[in-house]
């Protein structure tokens, strides 16, 4: 319940505020002229929740962690792929010619999608 509670809230955030990582990734990247940065998923803390609270024996919160860690899959792998061609996990972003390729292509998709469901 609420792997899907944060994937409902992680979606309404994406398409609705139109707020992707990525591009908070990107501004931060020309910012400070880095030429690499970690994207550190919401999966990852439902990792570190999980191994800490397991570790303590504290069984809610090994039930969190898992919730966030299913919640990132879910968003990459039965969200995004389908609607965006690519579950856009990356880990690291390397080169910012190539997020913005990779965005051109995310919008062309989903103006297909947009068009099948208009009509």
Same mark, same amino acid.
């Given at each position: ?11 309404? $955030?994406?398409?609705?505020?139109? #707020?992707?990582?990525?591009? =908070? +990734?990107?501004? /931060? @990247?020309?910012?400070f002229g880095w030429k690499k940065i970690v994207h550190f998923h919401h999966g990852f803390v439902g990792i570190i929740i999980l191994i800490v609270a397991y570790y303590l024996g ?9 919730? $966030?860690?299913?919640?990132?899959? #879910?968003?990459?792998?039965? =969200? +995004?792929?389908? /609607? @965006? ?35």
């Amino acid at each position: 319940m609420l792997a899907i509670s944060i994937e409902v809230l992680t979606v309404f $955030v994406r398409f609705a505020f139109k #707020i992707k990582t990525r591009d =908070v +990734l990107f501004k /931060i @990247m020309k910012r400070f002229g880095w030429k690499k940065i970690v994207h550190f998923h919401h999966g990852f803390v439902g990792i570190i929740i999980l191994i800490v609270a397991y570790y303590l024996g504290l069984n809610f919160w090994v039930d969190v962690g898992l919730g $966030v860690l299913i919640s990132d899959a #879910i968003h990459h792998f039965l =969200v +995004l792929w389908p /609607i @965006m061609g690519s579950p856009e996990f990356h880990v690291v972003y390397k080169n910012i010619g190539e997020m913005e390729k990779e965005e051109k292509l995310e919008k062309k998709e989903i103006n297909k999608v947009v068009k099948k469901l208009v009509g």
